[in-house]
């Protein structure tokens, strides 16, 4: 038996033998980052039943203080399954404001769908490219990057998808990314102060979280133009209200279909016009009574 082990060690058959016990698939490891700014101490797994909560046997770790996870999955998984990152309240560390979020709240990256892997950097703009793409099933990724580049006001061909921390700081587009990286300091602000009816401890109400996400789909042209007020803006303030009046009305134990708010627009005409020689959101997209 010790020589038969030998030879399966040798030969790399990714094979675990305990020689008289079991053997398990060697896993394939996933790296990554999760940011609103870098957000340490978030958990993060790879999200089989699609609950955007952690179950048994789904694999997971925490964020390093970088932001940075890795996990081991099947081979087969990669690419299959999207992977979620929760930011919990009392435990992740913010490295934007170096302090511990007070509010619970769920970022995420598509996964079937996304070519031959997954979208490693996880963040608000990742987790509204996911609920596009559940929202229409068609939607492909390229066409729901093109259709957030143009709600962000963002350059054609820029990865929407990258790493906008660094970005920032080093390369083209830096100051397109320093833009994108407040955004999406705006959308997470967005989704914490809705983490009293979206979360249950790290649980999520799924057609609330979505609902949600459907709400700031709508708005993103005006939280892009108007991200510089921050959270305590007459805008935003606005934005939290009307995303609790409507939230508290979605029942939380029933399916809600949500995809007329993640209609699939690709054009820049649809978000913006030009006022005075400057692209301005087009007005009336606060789908205030049309979510449900």
């Not at 020689?19 to 340490?40: E, H, I, N, P």
């Not at 031959?116 to 987790?127: E, M």
């Not at 999406?184 to 979280?209: E, H, K, W, Y």
Request: overall charge neutral; proline content about 4%; hydrophobic content about 40%.
């Amino acid at each position: 038996m010790k020589k038969i082990c030998a030879i399966l060690a040798a030969v790399g058959m990714g094979l675990i033998s305990a020689c008289g016990g079991g053997s398990s698939t060697q896993g394939t490891s996933v790296a990554g980052t999760v940011a609103d700014g870098y957000l340490q101490n978030a958990l993060v797994f790879m999200d089989k039943n699609g609950n955007y909560q952690l179950d048994s046997g789904e694999p997971s770790t925490t964020t390093d203080a970088n932001g940075a996870y890795t996990l081991s999955v099947p081979p087969e998984d990669v690419g299959k399954y999207p992977i979620v990152a929760i930011a919990i309240a009392g435990q992740t560390v913010d490295q934007d404001t170096k302090a511990v979020v007070t509010s619970t709240y769920v970022l995420c990256t598509p996964g079937n769908g996304v070519s031959g892997t997954v979208s490693n950097f996880i963040s608000p703009i990742s987790t509204l490219l996911r609920e596009k793409m559940e929202a229409n099933p068609g939607m492909t990724v390229t066409e729901a990057m093109t259709q957030l580049r143009n709600q962000l006001g963002m350059p054609a061909g820029m990865d929407i998808l990258a790493d906008y921390v660094a970005g920032a700081k080093t390369g083209n587009n830096m100051s397109e990314y320093g833009t994108m990286h407040q955004v999406a300091r705006q959308m997470a602000g967005l989704m914490a102060s809705q983490s009293g009816l979206v979360m249950n401890g790290t649980s999520t109400n799924v057609t609330r979280f979505r609902g949600m996400m459907g709400v700031i789909n709508a708005n993103l042209p005006e939280i892009a133009a108007n991200y510089q007020g921050g959270m305590g803006s007459a805008f935003m303030i606005s934005m939290q209200n009307m995303m609790q009046t409507q939230l508290a009305g979605i029942p939380t134990t029933s399916f809600m279909n949500f995809s007329s708010s993640f209609r699939n627009m690709t054009g820049a005409r649809y978000f913006w016009n030009y006022s005075g020689g400057t692209m301005q959101p087009r007005s009336g997209s606060m789908w205030s009574g049309r979510m449900m």
